[in-house]
């Protein structure tokens, strides 16, 4: 009897250890694929929510719509290349260009993507063109056809040479699912966001995070990295610490050329042996923006705003702010832009010019600290953007700067939409901002000169307005690249004498990431990142 009692006993044990085995096995075959899955998945820091991914409006973050949503062609360091459209003619008069189309592309709900399809889109934001008249080629559309299937032709009122480069555009020549359409358009907002691109949008939630998964039917090939997710976190030291904790793996310059986290910190990250920081080469100019047309203010005088130029020393501000990973900018655009070798005169940081440009225009000191004309003291206001703790340090050294020659400067910090707000309605004395960057300028910051939703209150107030802006329409439609040439050299040279765009450094995308992804290079925008060509070792 023992015996046999022994021997269930002996039984029972075996199957328990069987049992256990089988259960660790199960445990660790879930832990290999929890680790896996986060292996697979890259978590990125921004300062702001998604928003409305209507690509055809501008409230949506743009390095989201650019996973989601494609153009026909893009930009790239080597020129314009196919995208959506394999190939394309223009006809001799520069008026109409035919696209041929893949024929191998779906929406992510299923839609075929046809020139059916993208009139339609056209069409949409062509309804409400009025939201898009920074940019010029929105002005010169006549005509939306389609030929066959998947032939598609775009009819102009006239020439205009940057076509392609505003087609290849994050935003809004690109393609939504025409069954995300309300009332047979976009203008009235849209009930999905099914674009074509490497990426679907699955789930939102507002403020909190935004999760992008892989399409695995892309004509292009699925992404090897299976998700990507936006969160929503405040810049500075809350991001530093979710990135030491493993809550973020992944952050980058955002679209307003914002950093999440400080030099300082990036490099901590760095020397920790985890993370790898890449860097893009010069894309834009970030600047101080002023404002011309406010004749109740100092700033709309050209000797006040030269000196402000003159009273900022940018050599301290790239070495000591942006610990040297910036250069200092002389000029409103970068010397790798396209028509940007002009010669202008240069202002060098220099106190007693900025203070002799003031004495010569009548601003006194008179036993205070700040100069006064017709008992009016010489102040302004500089906005920054809240989110950006680099933008808040300059703010506070240039105010520190303007002291020194009598100019009295109060600076104030908002958020990204509320200065963009401030800059379209003319109510701002002087802001920061950035130049549209690299795959898009000279022409789209020039063209933006001229738009009310930009720089309209920047430049209308300077004595040769009027010249500047017949020479922007004159440039924009000019078929003669030497006439081009001319033509941009006196848009730079009329707005570098005047004063109202004040650079400061030349920006760059950065990225931080784990030390374990590969591919990580820059399109030649600084609004998105090809996150479709990275993926972990």
């Known amino acids: 009897m023992y015996k046999r009692n022994a021997f269930i006993y002996l039984c029972a044990v075996a199957c328990f250890i069987v049992l256990l085995a089988g259960c660790s096995g199960e445990n660790a075959d879930k832990k290999k694929s929890a680790d896996n899955e986060a292996e697979s998945e890259l978590i990125y820091a921004s300062a702001k929510d998604i928003n409305d991914m209507n690509p055809h409006f501008y409230a949506g973050s743009m390095p989201a719509q650019g996973m989601v949503y494609e153009s026909l062609i893009e930009n790239t360091k080597e020129g314009i290349k196919p995208l959506l459209a394999e190939s394309w003619e223009v006809s001799n008069d520069g008026k109409t260009y035919t696209f041929h189309l893949r024929k191998d592309v779906k929406f992510h709900d299923g839609e075929p993507f046809n020139a059916e399809a993208v009139k339609q889109n056209f ?75 490497p990426y679907v949008l699955t789930e939102h939630k507002t403020d909190e995070k935004a999760t992008f998964e892989a399409n695995e039917t892309y004509w292009g090939g699925a992404p090897k990295i299976n998700k990507i997710t936006s969160k929503v976190l405040p810049a500075g030291e809350t991001t530093f610490l979710a990135l030491q ?33 890449v860097k893009s080469e010069a894309m834009n100019t970030k600047m101080i923006v002023a404002n011309s047309s406010k004749s109740d203010n100092p700033v709309s005088e050209t000797a006040v705003r030269e000196a402000i130029w003159h009273a900022i020393d940018r050599e301290t501000i790239t070495r000591d702010i942006f610990n040297g990973t910036e250069e200092a900018a002389d000029t409103l655009f970068s010397a790798n832009v396209n028509y940007a070798a002009v010669e202008l005169k240069k202002r060098d940081y220099d106190l007693e010019a900025a203070k002799d440009s003031l004495e010569q225009a009548g601003w006194k ?6 100069r006064t004309k017709d008992g ?58 950035q130049t549209w960057g690299l795959a898009y300028d000279p022409q789209s910051t020039i063209s933006a000169f001229t738009s009310e939703s930009a720089y309209l209150h920047t430049t209308s107030g300077i004595a040769n307005a009027d010249e500047l802006y017949d020479k922007i329409d004159e440039v924009m439609v000019s078929a003669d690249e030497d006439t081009r040439k001319s033509l941009y050299a006196d848009i730079m040279k009329i707005v570098h004498d005047e004063a109202v765009f004040i650079p400061i450094s030349n920006g760059r995308v950065t990225v931080v990431a784990p030390k374990n992804v590969n591919g990580i290079s820059f399109k030649q925008t600084q609004f998105e990142l090809p996150f479709e060509q990275m993926s972990f070792k």
Request: proline fraction near 2%; aromatic fraction near 10%.
């Open 376 to 433: 009016n003291p010489l102040a302004m206001k500089l906005y920054y953007d809240s989110n950006s703790s680099s933008q808040k340090t300059q703010a506070e050294y240039i105010q520190s700067s303007l002291k020194e020659v009598g100019i009295q400067l109060d600076i104030a910090g908002e958020e990204s939409t509320s200065i963009a707000n401030r800059r379209s309605t003319g109510d701002y004395d002087l802001l920061f901002n």
């Open 245 to 277: 904790k493993g809550e973020i793996n992944f952050i980058f310059t955002d679209d307003r050329g914002t950093d999440s986290i400080d030099v300082e910190a990036m490099n901590q990250l760095v020397e920790s042996g985890d993370y790898q920081l």
């Open 123 to 197: 069409d949409a934001v062509q309804a409400n063109k009025e939201k898009h008249s920074w940019i010029k080629l929105s002005t010169k559309i006549t005509g939306t056809n389609v030929v066959d299937e998947y032939t598609f032709e775009l009819v102009l009122s006239e020439a205009y040479y940057p076509t392609l480069v505003e087609l290849s555009m994050t935003r809004p020549y690109v393609f939504l699912s025409p069954k995300d359409f309300i009332n047979g358009g976009t203008k009235d907002g849209v009930n999905g966001y099914h674009g074509t691109g």
């Open 365 to 370: 000191l008179a036993g205070g600290s700040v």
